[in-house]
């Protein structure tokens, strides 16, 4: 019943990243550690914390030895030997500790400062991007780059990185040290671990690609409940529970042979790893017992060099699951980059002009289509609009009125023909300047989650207390601010205190109206407000509209006949334009389009009258 689109994405998104790493990850890891420059002095510690932890770590194994063998010739040793070992066995502990210490904590601070950074640069990377760019994408695909893909970095580089190195240290080290103790029994060992190795590595593979696949098939199973939770009206109108049901048991089926499959791979891999391990142990216990029992070897060096086998097996277990993690870092970091690869292809003027008339606008010749549609949304559209004068754009849905304003503040640029404000083309102002001199009230006015002050001040941070009561009084919204008992801080938007579909136009209005524009664009609201409300917006429209070049999106009849000029679009092209009475007598497109859209209004204004 529903789209199948985003589970597939889901599904797509998650195995890109599951493949070998390639050069361009490599590159990018690189990338990535131009992040890590400004914390260069905690890394540093964090590694000189590393190296001399995991150097303490392998001291270990041959102290032990040295007691042992202290131990067992007590004959010929005096009891201060014991004493003097112990302490220093424990004064390397504690050394490690401290040493552990610096590295946890100056590496952690070096990843949340990594972190934050990445964070804070691709959210403003992606302010910059065109409107283009988020509506060819759902904003939960976004926003998981900016939360768990930047947390997935986060890990590798304070902890995942870190470990790896200590990892190849302590790998390095124990290996010669088994060299140094016993050729012979170190020869035996590492003819075992390659094998172990080969393993763990076959398993690790094979586990993850199960537990994507996993992951992918929970993901399906979730779109699926989103979609028919999020629709359920439709499932209750068309009795479609028990069908909805079974798409969603067959989904988690689905999900459950792929976790058995995962367990039967974790259930094997697990026991095979401690085997393996615990095999080795077995013997070199057995091998050198013997050469102990020769006389070739002390008890001593057979406990230091089982310690360092452990530690040698132990830091072998360990890279195989970093290298997973470094392969799902890197598949982050990867959708990371790619965001911040993004351009705005909407490019700043090299030699940039400044407006200086009072808002006219132009449209010569104007076409225009969107970047993935075949057909044009708008063809040879030419008008022109003076400050003071109110134009009405009306046409069928999907005419291309809404895409037509849009190209006034330079959201899109036009695909041929020129778009002026003020007899400037719009390509050679800065963007800023450009939608400095534009306000507009939508449909449907979205507030921030914030004080309403704040709200307002949205187009003019620093506008004044005095001014801000001016423009809310003049937008017919101060009465009702002042009556919520906290006033202009009065919390509204997701969290705060629901306003009704009147009140927000009205603050949209006020806010407009604080930025003092040359240029409105008005998207009327669809759905008619109740008529007090609908007063109130209207006379606050008047206000602002006066003395500006204004676009409205009409649906009302009252819109209509006040605008100055009407033009009727329809398929991307104006095909009629002129005032209400003289298009309604040429009995055109608009006179047809006025008996259907506003018959109902006629009605009552006639029934009121
Ligand atoms: P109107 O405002 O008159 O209803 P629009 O300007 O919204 O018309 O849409 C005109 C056409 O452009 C429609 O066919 C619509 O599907 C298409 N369209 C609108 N926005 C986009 C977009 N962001 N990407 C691709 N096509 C779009």
Request: aromatic share 8%.
């Amino acid at each position: 019943m529903f789209s199948h689109a985003r589970r597939r994405a889901a599904a797509v998104s998650r195995t890109e990243s599951d493949g070998a790493p390639t050069r361009r990850d490599l590159w990018q890891l690189r990338r990535l550690l131009q992040f890590v420059r400004p914390y260069k002095w905690n890394l540093a510690v964090a590694m000189v914390g590393v190296l001399v932890a995991s150097a303490l770590g392998l001291v270990f194994p041959r102290i032990m030895g040295g007691l042992v063998d202290t131990i067992v010739n007590r004959a010929e040793v005096d009891p201060a030997a014991l004493d003097r070992m112990a302490l220093i066995l424990v004064g390397v502990f504690l050394a490690q500790a401290a040493f552990n210490f610096v590295r946890v904590y100056f590496l952690s601070a070096m990843g949340e400062g990594i972190v934050a950074d990445l964070r804070t640069r691709t959210y403003e990377h992606l302010m910059t991007l065109p409107v283009k760019f988020f509506d060819g994408r759902k904003t939960g695909e976004i926003t998981s780059r900016l939360t768990s893909d930047v947390a997935v970095i986060q890990s590798t580089v304070s902890s995942s990185l870190a470990a790896a190195l200590a990892q190849a240290i302590t790998l390095i080290g124990g290996v010669i040290l088994l060299f140094v103790i016993s050729v012979t029994l170190a020869v035996t060992v590492l003819t075992f671990l390659p094998v172990a190795i080969v393993a763990a590595a076959f398993f690790g593979r094979r586990l993850r690609k199960v537990s994507t696949e996993f992951q992918d098939k929970v993901a399906e199973a979730n779109a699926g409940a989103e979609e028919s939770i999020a629709a359920v009206r439709v499932v209750k109108w068309f009795s479609a529970e028990a069908v909805e049901t079974d798409r969603y048991r067959s989904a988690v089926r689905g999900s459950y042979r792929v976790a058995l499959r995962r367990a039967r791979l974790r259930a094997l891999f697990g026991p095979m790893v401690t085997f393996v391990a615990f095999g080795t142990l077995a013997f070199v216990l057995w091998r050198g017992g013997r050469l102990v029992l020769a006389g070739q070897m002390t008890t001593g060096d057979l406990v230091s060099f089982l310690l360092y086998t452990l530690i040698v097996a132990g830091a072998i277990g360990t890279f195989t699951g970093l290298y997973g993690e470094l392969q799902e870092a890197l598949g982050a970091s990867r959708r990371i980059f790619e965001l911040l690869d993004e351009r705005n292809d909407l490019a700043e003027p090299e030699l940039p002009v400044q407006l200086t008339g009072d808002g006219r606008v132009a449209f010569e010749d104007v076409g225009f289509r969107y970047a993935d549609r075949a057909v044009d949304v708008l063809a040879g559209v030419n008008l022109a609009a003076c400050p003071g004068e109110v134009v009405a754009l009306v046409g069928p849905s999907g005419a291309g009125k809404s895409t037509l304003v849009q190209l006034i503040p330079r959201f899109f640029d036009v695909s041929s023909g020129r778009v002026l404000v003020d007899g400037i083309d719009v390509r050679e102002v800065p963007r800023r300047e450009l939608r400095g001199r534009m306000a507009a009230v939508p449909q449907e006015t979205q507030l921030f989650s914030g004080t309403i002050a704040e709200n307002l001040r949205v187009g003019k941070p620093d506008a004044t207390d005095t001014e801000l009561r001016h423009a809310a009084k003049a937008a017919n919204a101060h009465d009702f601010i002042m009556e919520f008992p906290d006033g202009y801080a009065t919390i509204v938007g997701e969290r705060g205190i629901k306003l009704s579909g009147g009140q927000r136009q009205r603050v949209a209005i006020a806010r407009a109206l604080l930025k003092d524009p040359s240029i409105l664009i008005l998207d009327e609201a669809t759905s008619s407000l109740d008529s007090e409300a609908e007063s109130l917006v209207q006379e606050a429209l008047e206000i602002l509209m006066h003395g500006r070049t204004t676009f409205v999106i009409a649906h009302r009849l009252a819109t209509v006949r006040r605008a100055d000029r009407i033009l009727v679009l329809d398929r991307g092209r104006i095909v009629e334009e002129g005032a209400h009475d003289d298009l309604l007598a040429a009995g055109g497109l608009y006179a047809d389009l006025h008996a259907r859209q506003f018959r109902d209004e006629i009605g009552e204004v006639v029934h009121g009258a």
